[in-house]
């Protein structure tokens, strides 16, 4: 087999896709109002692959929990300051972020 046979999962290309990236290089993505936090307690793929599969009502469950949520000013203005770099990967037309998690 080749790799122009092998078939990705829809989780597998996201993993490809996620990186950290500094705060400064998502700043303009806020300003669109196209983030959103994705809680530690989630696995950042498995909520891209949700969203990007339109797994409307798993979507729903962790919106309606909290551990998805947009980003704030107050968000903004920590991720500023701390000058952070977090784990985010795209899934259109949002921008899913999440912070590594505290030693």
């Not at 999962?9 to 806020?30: D, F, G, H, S, V």
């Not at 909520?47 to 929990?65: I, R």
């Amino acid at each position: 087999m080749t790799d122009v046979d092998t078939v990705l999962t829809t989780a597998e290309k996201l993993n490809l896709e996620t990186a950290k990236i500094p705060w400064n290089e998502l700043q303009r993505l806020y300003a669109q109002g196209v983030v959103l936090v994705i809680s530690p307690n989630i696995d950042l793929v498995t909520v891209a692959s949700a969203f990007v599969d339109d797994l409307a009502e798993q979507v729903k469950v962790w919106l309606e929990s909290g551990d998805i949520r947009k980003s704030t000013d107050d968000d903004a203005r920590t991720w500023h300051e701390q000058d952070i770099t977090m784990w985010a990967v795209a899934a259109a037309p949002w921008v899913l972020v999440q912070e590594e998690p505290k030693a």
